[in-house]
């Protein structure tokens, strides 16, 4: 309250000359009467206080000193009291010559808020204008005027500049302003105007600058900066760092749950003994090879493993991937990397694994539009190479792209060991099974081993998701346990994709499906050397109207002559079958994949393998599905020859499929009739068929 009591003070002292003439304006004194302050205060102010009758004869007097010059006609019609008056709103207006000049205008007592509430906004308006005390003058912010002597002597420039009121705190710098302007007045009436512009601006302004508003603005936000500050603590480090927290993981699992690549764990376990009993290979000069490098396809385990060497050892890990280092600013991936191994060295013994590490460490170019991912990759050179021995961290890191890193990478120093892992063999595929089969409520006629040898070519996590799929279906139907057949359908679903539930069968269709999936499986069983089947069906998945799946008994990684000439006689079964049942010009579009797994066949026999006698033990190199490549080198008559071997291969290969179908006919058309019924039949289903034996009741 004080405050503005001060300010008005010093306000009242300059300008009490001006304001004992030319009242025109609301006077400090009585702006605190229409607050009803106590008469003290306006004591203490020692000015002349100034009534309604007062301010109007003032006016008059004021019109007639300084406007006596001006040509105006009428003069004392305009300076009289209401001179004009609105009908529509009864509004009274008390206008001067000089007022009227100035764009000034004084409302009297009867005037209305609610005309001008748009343009004249502010308490001062409202508190007057309610108590009817005095007539109130308004005006917006003063600019730029000229002193004039009359209308029709030439206009003099004013040394007055425009008065721009934007203090924030206008106790403190506007009188000093106000005082800077006059003493660079040029004359006693000049002098006198700036203050009458001054008290009059300031007090129509009401305060509402536009840094007063900014500082409310500020205020406003200041209680939001203050929760950001609590919050987030220190606004340099936290707040807008786009460095992350570097902590360790929690691990849980250890080599009891790692299955199917036992002999890299054999490799991985002296770098366990290590990080337990480092001091044991220290006193004999050994060192722990600064970084193990995972090679092997996705999904295979790698990441498990290296989860699993750090719970095995009991020391910390971080685990990061090769593209996290890499960001939109120019030199984050190099401090990205300084900051884990910086956290690395505080926690160890530790691990630190990078995951997808081809990301970051491809091989370095000179070019200048890459050349930021290669800072990344030499500070990840540089740190490998800082940090000794005896402090016990050591760098896992896993790749599927392993001819892309870059060689410096690769050296002995930096990623001592590679371990190249490959896919389970049938025993570990049993192994994954039993350890997962483990983790769910499955039916105790659950062969891990069946499951195994079906499943060829599965990754570890091939086999999780298989485990978990047919988990989820049997939790939707309702059952108790996870049976075999869930177990199957989750296979189908990986190999094959989910059924065609919205293909509507037709009669005809359905008969083609099931002569062609039959010669198939009895080409299969009446051969020596192919492949047991597994499981026929009729049922469409994916792009497929049915399918034949075979069941090895082992893996085999190398194949004779005799077993690929098999796969061949096995793949020609359905074209042939189709042949036979509704004859050659009938036969349907649904043996192209067959026919381009057979020409594959006989393409690699003849070209990579050796196998025919004509084109000789030599390799064609190129495409393996190319029969004639100009650019490859080889002589036109050798690519006829070969193209005449794969000829004779199919031809030979049809012919056999051919006897083997007309020799079983009836149990070919017995199975076909079996598939239209029961959609899908299993390995004893096909022998009942073939000896002629009903077929085994299902549930």
């Known amino acids: 309250l004080l405050l503005p009591v001060i300010w008005t003070k010093r306000i009242s002292e300059m300008t009490s000359p001006f304001i004992t003439s030319p009242p025109s304006f609301l006077h400090p004194c009585e702006y605190l009467k229409c607050l009803s302050l106590p008469k003290v205060i306006c004591r203490l102010l020692s000015v002349k206080k100034i009534t309604a009758t007062a301010s109007r004869k003032l ?5 007639v000193k300084f406007d006596g010059n001006l040509k105006l006609p ?19 207006c008390l206008t001067s010559a000089e007022l009227l000049f100035k764009d000034i205008s004084v409302f009297s007592s009867s005037a209305k808020l609610k005309k001008f509430s748009c343009l004249f906004e502010n308490q001062l308006f409202q508190i007057v204008t309610k108590r009817g005390c005095m007539h109130v003058q308004f005006r917006g912010f003063k600019t730029k005027r000229h002193v004039t002597e009359s209308i029709n002597k030439e206009e003099k420039p004013s040394s007055i500049r425009p008065l721009k009121f934007l203090n924030l705190f206008p106790w403190r710098g506007s009188v000093k302003k106000l005082e800077t302007l006059v003493e660079k007045a040029e004359s006693e009436e000049s002098k006198e105007l700036i203050k009458r512009a001054f008290t009059e601006g300031y007090l129509a302004s009401g305060g509402l600058t536009k840094k007063f508003l900014l500082f409310v603005f500020i205020l406003f936000l200041l209680p939001f900066f203050f929760q950001l500050y609590v919050q987030y603590g220190l606004w340099s480090e936290k707040l807008f760092s786009t460095i992350k927290e570097i902590s360790p993981e929690e691990i849980l699992v250890d ?6 690549i036992d002999e890299a764990k054999d490799e991985l376990m002296q770098v366990v003994d290590f990080l337990k009993e480092p001091n044991k290979y220290l006193e004999l000069g050994g060192r722990l090879p600064k970084g193990v490098l995972l090679v092997g396809p996705p999904g295979i385990g790698k990441t498990l493993l290296a989860r699993a060497i750090a719970g095995e050892a009991g020391v910390n890990f971080f685990n990061t991937s090769g593209s996290e280092f890499e960001e939109m600013f120019v030199g984050l991936g190099a401090k990205r990397v300084r900051d884990l191994f910086a ?4 926690k160890a013994p530790c691990v630190v694994f990078i995951d997808e590490i081809d990301s970051v460490g491809t091989r370095r170019t000179d070019q200048s539009i890459v050349s930021y991912p290669n800072q990344t990759l ?4 540089s740190e490998m190479d800082g940090f000794q021995p005896s402090e016990g961290v050591i760098v896992l890191a896993a790749t599927n792209r392993h001819e892309d890193l870059d060689p410096a990478l690769l050296r002995p120093g930096r990623f001592d060991l590679e371990l190249h892992l490959s896919l389970p063999d049938v025993r570990g595929r049993a192994d994954i099974f039993k350890l997962y089969l483990s983790k769910i409520k499955a039916d105790a006629n659950v062969d891990a081993e069946l499951l195994a040898r079906g499943t060829v070519g599965f990754s570890g996590a091939d086999i999780e998701n298989m485990v978990n799929q047919a988990a989820l279906k049997s939790a939707s139907d309702g059952q108790k346990s996870v049976t075999m057949q869930y177990l199957e359908m989750a296979k189908d679903l990986i190999l094959m994709g989910p059924p065609r539930k919205n293909y509507i069968p037709d009669e005809k269709d359905n008969l083609v499906t099931a002569y062609h999936e039959a010669g198939h499986a009895l080409v299969s069983y009446f051969t020596k050397h192919a ?3 597994h499981r026929i069906t009729i049922l469409p998945r994916g792009s497929s109207l049915g399918s034949t799946t075979f069941l090895p008994e082992k893996d085999q990684h190398v194949h004779s002559k005799m077993e690929l000439l098999a796969m061949i006689d096995v793949s020609m079964g359905g074209r042939v079958a189709e042949e036979l049942i509704w004859g050659a010009d009938m036969v349907s579009s649904g043996c192209a994949d067959d026919l381009e797994k057979a020409t594959e066949l006989a393409m690699l026999m003849v070209k990579h393998f050796g196998m025919s006698d004509r084109v000789g033990f030599r390799v064609i190199k190129g495409s393996k599905n190319v029969i004639y490549d100009v650019s490859e080198g080889p002589a036109a008559s050798t690519m006829e020859a070969i193209d005449a071997e794969v000829k004779r291969i199919l031809q030979e290969s049809y012919e056999r499929a051919m006897k083997i179908l007309k020799l079983h006919a009836a149990a070919h058309k017995r199975l076909a009739e079996c598939l239209i019924e029961r959609e899908t039949l299993d390995a004893a289903d096909l022998e009942a068929v073939v000896k002629g034996k009903p077929l085994p009741q299902k549930q």
Request: hydrophobic letters at 35%; charged letters at 30%.
């Open 531 to 533: 492949t047991p089947v």
């Open 255 to 260: 080599f009891s749950d790692v299955k199917g």
């Open 343 to 346: 956290a690395a060295r505080e």
């Open 378 to 381: 030499n500070q990840l050179l």
């Open 59 to 63: 006016i008059r007097d004021h019109v």
């Open 74 to 92: 009428a003069i004392n019609e305009v300076t009289k009291p209401n001179t004009f008056a609105d009908s529509r709103n009864d509004l009274k």
